[in-house]
Every structure is written in C-alpha cells, then in structure tokens.
C-alpha cells in the first residue's frame, strides 16, 4: 500500500493563494521530484481545473524556463485522479474521474498505489485529514506575509500530532517541511 501524500505551498501566515508563492527553478524543481517519487497525482475539480487551464501548455511550450516546462511535462505523464461530482469528462492525458463513495474510493487507490499518491487540493485534504487517510504532508513555507487567503485544514473535528522528518531550505528562504502522522 502506498502512502497519501499532502503537499502544498503556504506563506507564512499560512495563505494557500497559489499566487502568492515564490514560483521560481528551485520550487518546481523540488515538486517535480516530489511528483516523480510518486504513482499519482490526486486534484479536487477545482484544482485540477487550475492545472488543466496552464500546465498542458507549459508542456508544449519550447519558450518556457526549464523547471516549469520539465514540470508540466511530467505532470502530463502522470495519472491524475480527479475527484468531482459536477463535471465528468477530463480530457487532459492520463486523467480518470475517482468514482464511487470517497473515503472507500481514496482507500482503495493508497492500496492500489505502491509508489504513494500526491494530492494538492486544499479542500480534499481537509476531508481526507478529517477521515486519517493522509500519511504525509510535504509543505512548503514562503517567506510571503499575505494577509488574506485561505488557510489549511480549517474546521477540522480535533488538532493532528505531526512528526517531522525533514527540512530543506531554498536560496529563496522558502522552506520545505516533510511531516508525517505520529504515531500512538
């Protein structure tokens, strides 16, 4: 069974606002092999729509710096999981719809799944905490004060015990943090 895997950018007020992040060659370096370590990519339909709206033509794109084309490009390669009950037709590459009651359906593709699922959709991984399904998180603290935005986890039943594994720091300041559920 592979790991479900949380990974996201914050500032460090914890705004989850895709643009407010530091987005240069190191940051889509780190995801793109945070990508490839994995089997797949799970998106709820709104994020899966902000990436379907630019990566596919990053991809194509022989103009566009190094990182973000090498990132695109994979992420076009690799199976992603959408979960949606509004929309049912995904025509970007590799795509499939996960079908079936959630909490049964994202269970059965952790088992599925032996190199580990990414997910980074916000929304779904509040619902996705809320079950214990997440065994990772891979977040990425930005040097941004916001001041507005959405936040992480909001409205979960009871606070998480996180254990961390590892950090590493980006010639942006930026850090990335590599939590996983403690045990006990």
């Given at each position: 069974m592979g790991l479900l895997t949380f990974g996201l950018n914050v500032t460090l007020d914890g705004c989850i606002d895709h643009t407010q992040g530091i987005a240069d060659d190191e940051l889509h370096d780190y995801w793109r092999e945070r990508m490839e370590q994995s089997g797949a990519m799970l998106f709820g339909r709104n994020t899966y729509e902000l990436m379907e709206g630019a990566w596919p033509a990053v991809a194509r794109d022989e103009n566009a710096p190094r990182a973000m084309r090498e990132w695109a490009q994979k992420l076009e390669a690799k199976v992603k999981y959408v979960v949606s009950n509004s929309r049912s037709d995904f025509p970007w590459q590799n795509t499939v719809r996960v079908k079936g009651e959630l909490r049964e359906a994202i269970s059965a593709l952790k088992a599925k799944t032996e190199q580990?699922?990414?997910?980074?959709?916000?929304?779904?991984?509040?619902?996705?905490?809320?079950?214990?399904?997440?065994?990772?998180?891979?977040?990425?603290?930005?040097?941004?004060?916001?001041?507005?935005?959405?936040?992480?986890?909001q409205g979960l039943s009871s606070p998480r015990q996180l254990e961390l594994l590892s950090t590493q720091r980006f010639k942006s300041g930026a850090q990335a943090l590599h939590f996983r559920r403690k045990a006990g």
């Open positions: 580990g699922v990414l997910v980074g959709a916000p929304k779904l991984a509040a619902s996705l905490e809320e079950w214990g399904l997440i065994d990772e998180y891979r977040i990425v603290v930005h040097p941004i004060i916001s001041g507005h935005g959405p936040t992480l986890f």
